[in-house]
């Protein structure tokens, strides 16, 4: 099995975080935007892409702040796919937020969610979530592990 290397934009705008809207048969969650790196792309190249794909905005790509891995099988998802995420600060430089992706079967739009009430969504990778309420962004990069 491969394992897919993914880069995911954290976009803060008054004490809210930009996420995608997901949903399947039988969830919905939300994710930061971003995903698959494509060979030959940097991963900054592949987040601005990303994010242009998913949410219809540019970004300016910051500092890197977090390192998640997903295991499926932890999870009880052995049909998924091994990931390893880059979480990138970013500043949107412009655009207008809407959701445009056509390609991923599960995005259903894209929304702002305040940063106080990550813990009550379904909001992945839960180990950002206590950062972001307290403010410690400063004190990134960290490797949150294997995690969902």
């Known amino acids: 099995m491969s394992i897919r290397t993914a880069a995911r934009a954290v976009i803060v705008e008054d004490g809210r975080l930009l996420v995608t809207e997901n949903e ?8 930061t935007p971003g995903g698959g ?7 900054h190249e592949t987040l601005r892409r990303e994010v242009r794909e998913e949410v219809g905005i540019e970004v300016s790509v ?3 702040l ?3 891995e997903f295991i499926p ?3 009880g998802r052995p049909d998924g796919q ?7 600060r ?3 430089t412009g655009g207008t937020v809407e ?7 599960y995005q259903i739009g894209c929304t702002w969610l305040r940063i106080t009430d990550l813990d009550t969504e379904a909001f992945f990778p839960k180990g950002l979530t206590p950062l972001l309420k307290a403010e410690e962004m400063e004190k990134m990069p960290i490797y949150l592990g294997e995690t969902r």
């Not at 399947?24 to 994710?31: A, F, G, I, M, N």
């Not at 959701?99 to 079967?105: I, K, L, M, R």
């Open 82 to 88: 091994q990931q390893t995420n880059f979480l990138f």
């Open 62 to 64: 910051g500092p890197l």
């Open 90 to 92: 970013c500043e949107r």
């Open 99 to 105: 959701s445009v992706n056509d390609d991923d079967p």
């Open 73 to 75: 099988e932890n999870h």
């Open 37 to 43: 790196q494509h060979a030959g792309e940097t991963l």
């Open 24 to 31: 399947s048969d039988t969830d919905r969650w939300y994710l």
């Open 66 to 68: 977090a390192v998640q």
